[in-house]
Every structure is written in C-alpha cells, then in structure tokens.
C-alpha cells in the first residue's frame, strides 16, 4: 500500500477482555515495529520485527502482551486480559529493514485503546 | 538504555517568526543517528529532519534546520517562518547505528503552537 496502515483507528473495550491490534506495513518493508504513546508522553517502544522473526521485544511490558507476524506483512498486537494502564496509541511502523541513516521507519496514525 | 530529554512541553510562535526546540541526549556511542519527528493532532508522525552523528555539518530540510552539538549531546530544531501548519507536537528521537537495534528512542515531546 501507500503507507503504513492500522486497525482499527480507534477502540473501546472493558476491563478483563482481550483485544487486536492489527499493523499492515508499507509494502516491501520487511521491519515492523510496534511503539505506545500513552496520554501526554512520549513513544516506548514495544516490538521489533525483522521478516517474521522477533529479535527485540524487550518493550513488552508483561506477558500479557504479544505479536506475530505472517508472510512477512501483516502483523497482529493481542493484548490480554486488558487493564486500564493499557489504554494508550499504540502505532506501527515499518523501514526497509537496513541500517542505513535513509531507513526511515514510517508510521501508521495509531489506534486508539480505551479500556473502561 | 539511551535517554532522550526535551524540557520544554509546550511552545508558542507567532505566525512567520522562529522557534526553536531544544533536545538533549545520553550515549556512551560515538556513531548514532538522530531525529525530530511532527506529530499533527491526526497522529500520523512524519519524519523532519535527521541527522547522522558522524557528519559534522547540521542537516537542512527547507524551513527546518537542527544545530547539532556533539559534545554537549544536544540536538535542537529550529523552525523558521513558522507556519500555521507546523502546529503539533514535536519529537526528538535517537537510534543507535548497530545492527539488531534499529528501535527509536523518544523524548517527551514538544508541543508547537503557531499563533495566527
């Protein structure tokens, strides 16, 4: 696609349930990152993918956090069991993979967690 | 970790005048990239400018310029002939140049405000 993608743009949930968060990243990209901005803050990060493999996801903060990603594209954010310190923007982007000053990591607009 | 500080939350500039957004840094790292990313209230974050660490000479991109001081581990955004279109918040980030590593570091952020 034209640019980095993420669903949905916004979502409410309640305490205790689970959620997806789904990235779809600029086409030919194979890195895929995962950040969270949460109200007033800045960036953290979460997850970094390289293909489908996920050489850095020390960003997770519990176990109740996970990613995959398939075919190398798409890639799916599960938060479980959420509590409300989990509402935030959570926002994906992807580079070319290189680690060049020109790989610029390219961001979606994020979608918004609001747990009740 | 590498830690990323910007001490000004909020800016305000009149129309056609300049600002400029202050960011310091931590690294025991010699070579490392930086950057300031926009964030519009849509939340799309667009890159503005980078800067390598081993170049010398401050990077440029039209209106925008940074003053890089290496030494002092300070890397500023000035914006000139502010525009309406500049309001939004501001980060400052740094990546470090080893491979497996490609994950941004943000600052807080800055939040621009360009007075008509």
């Known amino acids: 696609g ?36 949460s109200l007033g803050q800045g960036l953290e990060f979460l997850i970094y993918f390289q293909g489908n493999s996920a050489p850095d996801k020390s960003g997770l903060p519990s ?3 996970s990613a995959e990603r398939t075919g190398g594209s798409v890639s799916t954010l ?4 959420t ?16 680690a060049l000053p020109t790989d ?13 | 970790a590498q830690t990323v500080t910007q001490s000004q939350p909020e800016m305000s500039v009149q129309e056609a005048e300049t600002v400029t957004l202050s960011c310091t840094y931590d690294t025991s790292e010699n070579n490392y990239y930086l950057f300031w990313y926009k964030q519009p209230p849509s939340r799309q974050m667009i890159l503005v400018i980078r800067q390598e660490a081993y170049k010398q000479q401050n990077a440029t991109e039209n209106r925008f310029s940074v003053n890089f001081q ?5 890397f500023s955004l000035k914006i000139s002939d502010s525009q309406l279109g500049d309001t ?9 140049v080893f491979s497996n590593d490609y994950k941004l570091s943000f600052g807080a952020g800055t939040t621009v405000t360009v007075r008509a």
Not at chain 1, 5 to 22: A, F, H, I, W, Y
Not at chain 1, 78 to 81: D, F, G, L, S, V
Not at chain 1, 104 to 116: A, D, E, K, N, S
Request: with cysteine; hydrophobic share 30%; charged share 20%.
């Open chain 2, 88 to 96: 939004a918040m501001y980060f400052c980030a740094f990546r470090r």
């Open chain 1, 78 to 81: 599960t938060i479980q069991r």
């Open chain 1, 2 to 37: 034209a640019g980095v993608s993420q669903s949905p743009s916004n979502k409410v949930t309640e305490k205790g349930k689970d959620v997806e968060l789904r990235c779809d990243p600029i086409s030919g990209h194979t890195a895929l990152y995962w950040y969270r901005q």
């Open chain 1, 83 to 98: 509590q409300q310190e989990d509402s935030a923007v959570y926002l994906c982007a992807s580079s070319t993979g290189l």
């Open chain 1, 104 to 116: 610029t990591q390219y961001f979606g607009p994020g979608t918004r967690l609001t747990v009740l």
């Open chain 2, 70 to 74: 290496k030494a002092a581990k300070s």
């Open chain 1, 63 to 65: 176990d109740r956090f």
